[in-house]
């Protein structure tokens, strides 16, 4: 296994869990980190991503509300979650693309907030 999440659950709407994504280093010349999401009958969608530069990038639906975050020591990339809402639920996955443009997924973790 390439990626690991941890960090899923259930969640009372408001909170803030942390969800966290080791990458194994058998992975090279990683430039873009982040996460997607997919809810039940929808197609998978970015949530957040970060570059090698430091760019970030969020979706209108969490805009405000996440923040994503890596650490290049560790090889991990975060993604800290606010004001969770019940639109929120789904199963979130981590992707890391290298420098010629392969990608790598995770296994996903399922986020489920409870109104």
């Known amino acids: 296994v390439q990626l690991v999440e941890s960090g899923g659950g259930l969640v009372q709407a408001g909170g803030s869990p942390r969800l966290s994504c080791v990458v194994s280093?058998?992975?090279?010349?990683?430039?873009?980190m982040g996460w997607y999401r997919q809810a039940p009958g929808k197609q998978r969608e970015l949530v957040a991503s970060t570059t090698s530069g430091g760019t970030t990038n969020y979706s209108d639906s969490v805009k405000g509300r996440f923040t994503i975050s890596r650490d290049n020591a560790k090889n991990a990339v975060y993604l800290q979650m606010n004001s969770l809402k019940p639109e929120d639920t789904a199963v979130y996955y981590c992707?890391?693309?290298?420098?010629?443009?392969?990608?790598?997924w995770g296994q996903g973790t399922q986020v489920t907030v409870a109104s």
């Open positions: 992707n890391v693309r290298n420098t010629i443009g392969d990608f790598f």
């Open positions: 280093r058998t992975i090279f010349s990683i430039n873009v």
